[in-house]
């Protein structure tokens, strides 16, 4: 394998691989015997495979860099095809489930792969290819939107990603001044948002009705993969969270408050967490990168050889550049086995979270990428990040080599940002649930139910009188509610698991970690609910386990 910058590129050939694909389906369809049927799929999984390994070149690259005139002009092919793609493997999944070697591929496959299957029949249909392929114009717009934003501040221009160090800063008008300055951009775009959201929402429902579903609430859902839970018991779960999280956390912030010595929170005090500033890497880029390599090596034989691997081939691309898209993600390429980490390095503490929490999900797929059968790998979300979130946790002990003698500091601001982080990520999903139930609101209605929800799940947030975030914009720079709908609440239910490793490392931090290296290795060869019982963790959508967990914590905060 070579490094990722230079691995070799070349456009997937649309009409090319449509009928192949096409002819594989009806070889299925004359298939006489298992072992033909089988073959059939081998060969499917292996054009699968390379299809994805190049949109992954091409969507990775164009986010390193969004003006990237090539890279860009590949972004908008993928948009436009796959949507075909998912029509072709719809097709080819709903003659396997006909098909009279169903019971061998189930067999062959497992339990769990063909009820993602049925659920990926039910959420397409070559009816809806316009919709999704306008539904994908619409993110990429709303990607390059935030990706290009240029907000003047201290003399230059910096991006979302970038602004974050001064948003954090110890001195308190430094942090003011930068949450006017990201204030004020979001009021210059805030109708242009608001614009995309709308022909969102309306052409996911558009999707959902012509697919003979209410609305989209059941369809993103099945898109989502959610197969063995639905939305009575995420309702629930947000239910138990408002009841216990959301005391816990105002109670952390009040300590917060007292902490960094000021009389009231304001919103550009919600992120600060001691009165000389947050604990912050010390090093570079790459000896934050190497210091995580020795981390590895020390955490355990398998952690070690992962991050060799991923150093070796360059698997991290991980500078904030002004031109490149926010945020932080592992992608993986079938045809190298490898996982990629992409990332905006800024300065802050959130540096290291790329070495723990996005290393988690890529130590997961290195540790399973010799797995013949793809569809064992083809994870929940809510069963994802709860390997990148507990590898936060187990990663603890070595936090002296990022921090120094501020690693202590570190164990505070990360524990009390992940108790805090719960309440607000249930409030992303029931935001998402009112919207899509109620799809002809106006852009000023969801304003305002953004602002009633942040009265139940944050009462102590105090926006100051600002003129976007006061009026309920908040909601616009996460960008989870714009390109994967309903993605956010599996956040939550994977950090209440994590934090369950968190209580039980603290006892027995070896046992924990071989159950994290069981649950990593099972991956989704198993339902959600049976695999966390098997790995020694309570479903949260149990009662009482929100309460128990909550308990748990506060003999640590």
């Known amino acids: 394998m070579q490094k990722f910058k230079d691995l070799p590129y070349e456009r997937v050939d649309s009409d090319k691989f449509v009928k192949e694909y096409t002819e594989l389906t009806q070889a299925l369809k004359d298939a006489k015997c298992f072992d033909e049927a089988w073959k059939v799929h081998e060969k499917i999984t292996e054009m699968t495979n390379h299809f994805v390994t190049e949109m992954v070149i091409a969507r990775t690259r164009y986010d390193i860099d969004t003006t990237d005139e090539f890279y860009s002009a590949e972004n908008d092919y993928y948009d436009e095809i796959t949507p075909l793609f998912s029509d072709c493997s719809n097709k080819y999944m709903k003659v396997l489930f006909e098909s009279p070697f169903k019971e061998g591929f189930e067999e062959k496959l497992g339990p769990v792969a063909l009820k993602s299957m049925e659920l990926s029949i039910k959420s397409f249909d070559e009816k809806i290819i316009g919709l999704a392929q306008e539904e994908n114009e619409l993110s990429s717009k709303y990607t390059k939107l935030i990706a290009t934003a240029k907000i003047p501040f201290e003399g230059e221009d910096y991006n979302l990603s970038l602004m974050r160090k001064f948003t954090v800063d110890p001195d308190r008008d430094v942090r003011k001044r930068a949450w006017k300055a990201i204030s004020d951009y979001f009021l210059t775009v805030t109708d242009e948002i608001d614009d995309i959201y709308d022909k969102m929402v309306a052409n996911r429902t558009k999707q959902a009705r012509e697919m003979g579903y209410e609305d989209y609430i059941d369809l993103g859902y099945m898109r989502m993969n959610r197969n063995s839970y639905g939305r009575k018991e995420v309702e629930n779960f947000r239910k138990q969270v408002k009841e216990a999280f959301v005391p816990l956390a105002t109670m952390i912030h009040e300590k917060r408050r007292e902490r960094i010595g000021v009389d009231s929170l304001k919103h550009y005090d919600n992120e600060v967490h001691f009165k000389n500033g947050n604990p912050a890497p010390v090093g570079t880029p790459e000896e934050i990168l190497a210091a995580g390599q020795?981390?590895?090596?020390?955490?355990?034989?398998?952690?070690?050889?992962?991050?060799?691997?991923?150093?070796?081939?360059?698997?991290?691309?991980?500078?904030?550049?002004?031109?490149?898209?926010?945020?932080?993600?592992?992608?993986?390429?079938?045809?190298?086995?490898?996982?990629?980490?992409?990332?905006?390095?800024?300065?802050?503490?959130?540096?290291?979270?790329?070495?723990?929490?996005?290393?988690?999900?890529?130590?997961?797929?290195?540790?399973?990428?010799?797995?013949?059968?793809?569809?064992h790998n083809e994870l929940t979300m809510e069963t994802a990040e709860i390997h990148s979130m507990s590898m936060e946790y187990f990663t603890y002990g070595w936090m002296d080599k990022f921090f120094g003698d501020r690693k202590d500091d570190y164990y505070t601001m990360h524990l009390e940002d992940s108790i805090i982080f719960v309440p607000y990520g249930c409030m992303v999903d029931e935001f998402q649930h009112i919207v899509y139930e109620n799809p002809d609101m106006t852009p000023a209605e969801r304003k305002q139910v953004w602002k009633d929800l942040e009265k139940t799940y944050r009462p102590h947030l105090d926006y100051d009188g600002d003129p976007f975030f006061a009026e309920g914009g908040y909601w616009q720079r996460q960008s989870h509610i714009f390109q994967s709908p309903f993605?956010?609440?599996?956040?939550?239910?994977?950090?209440?698991?994590?934090?369950?490793?968190?209580?039980?490392?603290?006892?027995?931090?070896?046992?924990?970690?071989?159950?994290?290296?069981?649950?990593?290795?099972?991956?989704?060869?198993?339902?959600y609910e049976p695999m966390l019982k098997e790995c020694g963790l309570r479903s949260p959508f149990e009662d009482g386990c929100i309460e128990n967990l909550v308990e748990a914590l506060k003999k640590k905060i």
């Open 294 to 375: 020795a981390m590895y090596r020390e955490l355990s034989p398998e952690t070690g050889e992962f991050m060799d691997f991923m150093r070796e081939y360059d698997l991290f691309d991980v500078l904030g550049r002004k031109t490149k898209r926010q945020g932080g993600y592992m992608t993986f390429l079938p045809d190298y086995k490898a996982p990629f980490i992409f990332a905006n390095f800024n300065g802050t503490s959130g540096d290291v979270d790329v070495i723990t929490h996005e290393c988690g999900h890529a130590f997961q797929g290195y540790l399973t990428r010799n797995d013949p059968i793809p569809e």
């Open 487 to 527: 993605y956010y609440i599996d956040y939550v239910l994977a950090s209440v698991c994590a934090m369950q490793f968190k209580v039980r490392m603290d006892e027995d931090f070896r046992g924990a970690f071989e159950d994290y290296l069981k649950l990593c290795k099972l991956s989704v060869t198993k339902f």
